[in-house]
């Protein structure tokens, strides 16, 4: 572990070496970003199987509807039904949460490295690299006992948290037109057990802001990159799915 530590380390600070001249001292927060880009760019392939899944998935609902009228009294054959029924049309039921599984390594890579004082044995020179004036090791407790909410660290993670406050905005208002738009069969729920999960989907991205207040930095910009990608690449991804506005008019 400490060797790949140690490589990750030195991968980052490559990709600073070439971004300094451009950002300077904030060259390390650039870095950041161009690997949460470049992780994303890798899944890309995977988010897009997702969105065909979902295409899939919506076309099933009359067939669904159909085994809920069928088996409505005995879940436990209704269950097995729906299961029967995305195995035949091959459709994997949570093929969409493999993207955001697989982000996950490279989250906790840089939580990790951000979070540690000494790397392969010796001193963690990362830890001294800024984000304008926030380290990029530090949270935001740290940023409010330096300075205050308003101090030069507190404006770095003002301007985070309106980042992902606009973004989860957007997806809030993107997901309930969708769920609007989603064919309704039965009582309503359209996967048993899943009626909740649906309910909170809106809600989801507001969550980010709490990850961002609490995780180090450097793991926050990932998190800030890696939303703000996914909300343009799903309203891309899912421009033609029911309720999803245009995506040049949505990010407007």
Avoid at 6 to 13: H, K, Q
Avoid at 36 to 56: D, F
Avoid at 124 to 142: E, F, K, Q, Y
Wanted: aromatic share 10%.
């Amino acid at each position: 572990m400490s060797t790949f530590m140690s490589a990750f380390a030195y991968l980052v600070e490559r990709f600073a070496d070439l971004l300094q001249p451009l950002f300077h001292a904030s060259a390390t927060a650039a870095a950041i970003v161009l690997f949460t880009a470049l992780v994303r760019l890798l899944v890309h392939p995977l988010s897009r199987a997702a969105a065909r899944g979902q295409r899939a998935r919506a076309a099933l609902q009359p067939q669904i509807a159909q085994l809920r009228k069928k088996h409505g009294k005995d879940p436990e054959k209704l269950q097995k039904a729906l299961m029967e029924l995305h195995a035949a049309e091959k459709v994997p039921p949570l093929s969409g949460c493999l993207p955001s599984l697989l982000q996950m390594p490279a989250f906790f890579l840089l939580y990790h490295l951000f979070s540690s004082s000494t790397i392969g044995g010796g001193a963690n020179a990362l830890l001294g690299h800024t984000l304008s004036a926030a380290p990029l090791d530090d949270r935001w407790a740290d940023a409010l006992g330096d300075g205050g909410l308003f101090g030069p660290a507190g404006l770095v993670y003002l301007a985070l948290f309106a980042v992902v406050a606009a973004v989860a905005t957007f997806n809030y208002r993107r997901t309930k037109r969708m769920t609007a738009a989603a064919p309704v069969v039965g009582d309503g729920e359209q996967v048993p057990g899943l009626a909740s999960v649906t309910k909170l989907m809106p809600f989801m991205s507001f969550f980010t802001l709490f990850t961002v207040a609490v995780v180090p930095l450097a793991a926050a910009l990932y998190v800030v990159t890696s939303t703000t990608w996914s909300a343009v690449e799903r309203a891309v991804l899912y421009r033609d799915m029911p309720g999803a506005a245009p995506a040049t008019a949505a990010l407007v």
